[in-house]
């Protein structure tokens, strides 16, 4: 069974920067794509970014400039950065991974992030 684990985040003032890294039971590479997704109390669970085993990484509008999604595919570990926090940011981070010829997605337990003065 794949399992993934977030950790990095934590509380953090408006403007500041975090690192989330997921780390993988198995090859990421093994894996069609892996994402960061973001759910804040009552609303629904969305995409911050996306990368694809190959091809460009996708970013939310609302992260645009703001947040990196990358990898080391070595240390099997998704990470993504963070900068220019705001309170809207706020929320707890999953970490997916899916493989399509399965149609399997596998997520972390989340990681959350508080930004507040």
């Known amino acids: 069974q794949v399992q993934l684990v977030e950790s990095g985040g934590g509380w953090v003032q408006p403007g500041g920067s975090l690192r989330l890294s997921c780390a993988s039971s198995e090859d990421i590479l093994s894996f069609n794509e892996m994402g960061w997704y973001r759910q804040a109390p009552a609303k629904q669970r969305e995409l911050v970014a996306s990368i694809p085993r190959a091809g460009r990484s996708n970013y939310a509008d609302s992260v645009k400039g703001r947040v990196t999604i990358s990898r080391d595919s070595e240390k099997n570990t998704l990470f993504l950065e963070l900068i220019s926090l705001k309170p809207e940011d706020t929320a707890v981070y999953y970490c997916?991974?899916?493989?399509?010829?399965?149609?399997?997605?596998?997520w972390g337990q989340g990681t959350q992030v508080t930004v507040s003065s």
């Open positions: 997916k991974a899916s493989r399509y010829r399965s149609s399997t997605d596998y």
